[in-house]
């Protein structure tokens, strides 16, 4: 999901630096929950902190707090806040438990990202789609089952299917209901929604790539295709 932006900011002299530590205290006593980071930021004096995969920005008396919009470099342009997102929010690649996820190898197989997704999410069925158009890509699904208990259930089916890579793309690209019953051990299921928890994960589809960068929502096949030329191979 990308962010409205919200203000235009231009780099300013910073006055003396307030008390952190009293930032953090009062900031996470008013979002009540800890803050992952806090750091002050060249613009206006404001403090960027981050929560649960939000960022947020404040003042040093935290008397106003900007929430779920894009501050922009006045100068260059840039969206800060996405470019910050994209790192504050990246994963450790090789700490995933690929164990968890649908394993999908095409071609040679050399490029290299995982997915959390819904089986009832439409945006997920679009991805799932223009996937299909990829070539020497190992992809792991990770079946996320947050929309509704029929996502569980399919998640379940899909997960328990003697092919899963085929029942998971028999249901999202052609629309071929998983069979079975789902009553093999779907523990796999079950700790993909406690990983996602763990992420922040709080929509689908969310991609992320080799070097551990995260991009939430549908996100376009040539950006994929970028992000794959970047990303090291594994």
Known sequence: MRLVPLLLATTISLPAVADEAAVRKSLESKLGRPLTSLTRTPYLGLYEA?????IFYTDDKVSVIVA???LIDGKSMKNVTEERLQKLS???????PLALAVKQVRGDGKRVFATFEDPNCGYCKKLAKDLA????????????????????????????????AKAWND???????????GDCDTTAVKKTIE??????????PT????DGERIPGAVPLARIEEKLAQAPSR
Do not use: H
């Not at 981050?50 to 939000?54: N, T």
């Not at 990983?195 to 689908?204: D, M, S, Y």
């Not at 991609?207 to 080799?210: D, E, N, S």
């Open 50 to 54: 981050y929560a649960d995969g939000q």
């Open 68 to 70: 779920g919009g894009a």
């Open 90 to 96: 990246a994963i450790k690649f090789s700490e995933l």
């Open 133 to 164: 158009k990829l070539d020497n890509v190992t992809i792991y699904t990770f079946l996320y089952p947050i929309l509704s208990p029929d996502s569980l259930d399919k998640s379940n089916r899909i997960w328990c299917a003697a092919d899963r």
């Open 171 to 181: 249901w999202m690209v052609d629309g071929k209901a998983p069979g079975g019953k």
């Open 195 to 204: 990983l996602g928890r763990k992420l922040a994960i709080n929509g689908t």
């Open 207 to 210: 991609i992320f790539f080799a």
